[in-house]
């Protein structure tokens, strides 16, 4: 948060809560910063309805933007009450829609919200400075509804149209979050985050009127941040069939190898893999709907002794240990 006010409301909140290298338009080479002048809330509201209710009181206190060139795109990862309720404290977004379809303002469109945190696309960082960040109550790796897609896809597109941002430049938080050091990754890294994931998915964005997409990550590109998350990458850049060949890559490279994981370690059997073992690559995890553009996550079983622990496991956080 930019201000102690901001941060103090933030954590009570939260303890409340739970290329164009290969394609013209790639890092948003097309997205031309917009003119910020449109200070009213009369435009939105002739085309959508947009309620007040939860309208932020940090939006008179927010800066102005000087541009707009990204639509940022967000899975709360709560239900909707508890994330309205922290939207609004915080100011953590331009708008809400939820499950119903009801689209909620919490910061005014031309001001600054604090969505994007750590960001950083096509060499621009902090991107609360030129973004528009639309919260979506739901959960990066489940499917959304026909009315919250419809309600999405009318905001976006009015807001695509009132400050002339192309689709590619339409993008979700998993795209431009970033990451600095750590005990695993000694670089500047892309895979912080998976929020918003599911929009990068070719058949939602469809659904919500997107006829393109980023082609590759213009900053792993420029070698400005490094691909830390394959599976992540796969489903923002992939198609399905590649995301299927990623899965089964990691269950070949880590089915009952020594593993240890926030703290446990063990030998790692995972979960749904046909007779406990990797079945030759292919993953034998029923095809839900839900599944069909991306697979689910890998869920092991740390096995020490007597003592089991099922576990999801997220690429690169856990690694196989050094000890065989």
Not at 141 to 166: C, F, H, T, W
Not at 281 to 298: I, K
Request: hydrophobic fraction near 35%; proline fraction near 5%; include cysteine.
């Amino acid at each position: 948060m930019k201000n102690n006010r901001a941060g103090v409301l933030c954590l009570v909140a939260s303890f409340a809560l739970g290329v164009s290298a290969l394609m013209t338009g790639a890092g948003c080479n097309n997205c031309k910063p917009a003119d910020a002048a449109f200070s009213g809330r009369a435009s939105d509201e002739s085309a959508l309805n947009v309620s007040n209710i939860h309208l932020s009181p940090s939006d008179n206190k927010r800066k102005r933007r000087s541009s707009t060139e990204l639509i940022v795109l967000h899975t709360t990862e709560a239900p909707a009450r508890s994330s309205l309720n922290k939207l609004s404290e915080c100011g953590e977004a331009h708008y809400c829609v939820t499950e119903e379809g009801t689209v909620y303002r919490i910061v005014d469109r031309d001001r600054e919200a604090f969505h994007a945190g750590r960001s950083l696309w096509n060499g621009k960082e902090d991107l609360d400075r030129i973004s528009i960040g639309i919260a979506c109550v739901g959960y990066h790796d489940k499917d959304m509804g026909s009315a919250q897609l419809s309600a999405i896809r009318g905001l976006v597109k009015e807001l695509q149209r009132m400050y002339n941002i192309p689709d590619e430049c339409v993008v979700s938080h998993a795209h431009v979050a970033y990451g600095t050091p750590n005990r695993w990754q000694k670089e500047n890294h892309r895979g912080r985050k998976r929020c918003g994931m599911l929009f990068a998915k070719p058949d939602v964005r469809r659904q919500i009127g997107l006829e393109r997409r980023p082609e590759a990550d213009p900053d792993v590109l420029a070698k400005r941040l490094v691909a830390d998350d394959d599976y992540l990458q796969r489903i923002l850049y992939g198609n399905v069939r590649e995301w299927w060949r990623v899965v089964a890559e990691m269950r070949l490279a880590v089915e009952r190898q020594p593993y240890r994981c926030g703290g446990r370690s063990g030998t790692l059997h995972l979960l749904g893999s046909a007779g406990g073992a990797a079945g030759g690559g292919t993953p034998a995890l029923p095809v839900r709907r839900a599944e069909r553009d991306a697979p689910p996550p890998l869920m092991g079983t740390i096995v020490k002794g007597q003592s089991r622990a099922i576990l999801p496991i997220r690429f690169p956080r856990c690694r196989a240990s050094s000890a065989h």
